[in-house]
C-alpha cells in the first residue's frame, strides 16, 4: 500500500486545467524556467493593462483565525462576514458556528467534515473532539496551524466517506490513504518536511488521532476513517500535512468594507484636517489563513508583476477570494509572480526572510544588488 506522501511530488499534466478555467482562463499552469522558486509557475495566457484582475480564486482551505473569531462573525463554509446579515444561520446542533444560510451550512456539515468536528452535541471539554478544538483556539504561537490541519483532516475523512460510499465501501486497490488525498487536492501543492519541533508534531498527531477515534466511537465518522486518511502513522501523516499547509498557506487579511466603517474613517479624517491626505487603510475584518491551488502556484520575485489580495463577494456570494492584480502590463507568456515578503526591504533583509521559504531569491533585482553592490 502507497501512502499518499510517497506519491510524485508533482502533480499530472492538466491537473490545474479544470481551475484555471473555473479562474477565467486568463493563466496557465507550467514548468518554472527561472532557477528561483518552485519547479512549478503560473503563466497568463492573455494581455493584462496595469491594476486589471487577473484572476479570483476561492480557496481550496480556509479557516479563520481563532484570535479573530470573536471580533468579526463570519460563515464558517465561504467566510463572508456576517455583521449585515440580519438573521445567519446557526449549526443545527448548537456549537455556535454561524453560516450565511442554509445551503453554506448543510454543505460545511456534509461535505467539509463539520459533523465530525462540531462539539455542539457534546456534553464535556474532556471529548478528545472538544479538546481537539480547545486546542485550536489556544493554538497562538501557531497562528491557526492546527485549526487549519483540523479543517484539512475533517475534509479529507468527509472526502474518503463520500468515496467509499460510491465504491460500495471498497476502496480502490493500491491506493491507501493515496486516492482520497489526491481527491481533496493535497497532491496540487508543494511538499516538504515540517520545521515544527518534534514534540508540537506529537502533540497534534495525537490531539488529531483520539478525535478521529472518538468519531468513530460516537458515529459522526466512519470506523475506518482514521485509517484513511493518516494511514498507520498518524504523526508521519500529521507531520507531512503540517509540512504541505505551512509552505502553502497564505495568510488572509480582508479589510472591512461596510458602509458604517468607511462613514467613521471618512468623519475621522474630516476631523483631523492635519493628518497626512492619504486615506487612512480601513481596519481588517476578517484574519484567517489559507491555501489557494492557483495562487499557490505564482513564485516569488522582488520585482512581482503582480499582487494579491483578498475580498469578500459577501453573504450567500461565495464569500472570501484572493484576487490577483496586475501591477504593471502583462504580456501573454508572462510568469505570473507575486512577492512574499516585504519588497521595500534591502537586499540582505529580504534574503533572510525569504530563507523561510527555504530558497535564495536570483530575481534580476537581487542579482543587480549582489553584483554590483546596489542599494536594493
Ligand atoms: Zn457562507
Ligand atoms: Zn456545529
Ligand atoms: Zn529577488
Known amino acids: 500500500m502507497t501512502a499518499w506522501w510517497d506519491d510524485s511530488p508533482l502533480p499530472p499534466p492538466g491537473a490545474f486545467d479544470d481551475l484555471c478555467a473555473a479562474a477565467g482562463g486568463g493563466v496557465r499552469a507550467g514548468e518554472c524556467r527561472r532557477a528561483t522558486g518552485g519547479a512549478r509557475a503560473l503563466f497568463s495566457t492573455r494581455a493584462f493593462a496595469r491594476d486589471d484582475v487577473v484572476f479570483r480564486e476561492i480557496p481550496a482551505l480556509l479557516v479563520q483565525d481563532p484570535r479573530n473569531v470573536a471580533s468579526a462573525r463570519a460563515c464558517a463554509r465561504c467566510h463572508a462576514l456576517l455583521d449585515e446579515t440580519p438573521t445567519p444561520t446557526a449549526c443545527a446542533q448548537g456549537c455556535g458556528v454561524t453560516y450565511c444560510d442554509e445551503r453554506c451550512a448543510s454543505e460545511h456539515f456534509s461535505s467539509g467534515g463539520h459533523r465530525i468536528a462540531c462539539v455542539g452535541p457534546l456534553e464535556s471539554y474532556s471529548h478528545p473532539v472538544a479538546a481537539l478544538k480547545l486546542a485550536c483556539a489556544k493554538d497562538d504561537d501557531g497562528d491557526g496551524l492546527l485549526a487549519l490541519l483540523t479543517e484539512t483532516v475533517a475534509r479529507c475523512v468527509a472526502r474518503a466517506e463520500e468515496d467509499a460510499a460510491e ?103 474630516a476631523a483631523a484636517p492635519s493628518s497626512p491626505s492619504s486615506d487612512p487603510p480601513p481596519p481588517a475584518a476578517y484574519d484567517g489563513v489559507g491555501v489557494f491551488p492557483l495562487v499557490c502556484l505564482m513564485n516569488h520575485s522582488c520585482e512581482p508583476c503582480a499582487e494579491v489580495s483578498f475580498e469578500d463577494a459577501g453573504a450567500g456570494r461565495g464569500g472570501v477570494r484572493a484576487v490577483v492584480r496586475a501591477k504593471r502590463a502583462i504580456a501573454p507568456g508572462d510568469e505570473l509572480t507575486h512577492a512574499y515578503v516585504d519588497v521595500d526591504a534591502d537586499v540582505s533583509a529580504r534574503a533572510a526572510a525569504l530563507a523561510g521559504f527555504g530558497f535564495k531569491c536570483v530575481c534580476a533585482r537581487c542579482a543587480r544588488a549582489r553584483g554590483g553592490g546596489e542599494r536594493g
Open 167 to 269: 465504491e460500495d465501501g471498497r476502496e480502490p486497490p493500491g491506493e491507501g490513504g493515496g486516492g482520497f488525498l489526491r481527491r481533496a487536492g493535497a497532491h496540487w501543492f508543494v511538499r516538504g518536511p515540517s520545521s515544527l519541533p518534534a514534540a508540537r508534531l506529537e502533540s497534534y498527531a495525537t490531539l488529531v488521532s483520539d478525535a478521529l477515534d472518538a468519531a468513530a466511537r460516537d458515529g459522526t465518522c466512519a470506523e475506518d476513517a482514521k485509517r484513511a486518511v493518516l494511514g498507520g502513522d498518524a504523526t508521519r501523516a500529521v507531520s507531512e500535512l503540517v509540512g504541505l499547509l505551512s509552505r502553502n498557506q497564505l495568510s488572509v487579511v480582508v479589510a472591512a468594507n461596510k458602509p458604517a466603517a468607511a462613514a467613521a474613517a471618512a468623519a475621522a479624517a
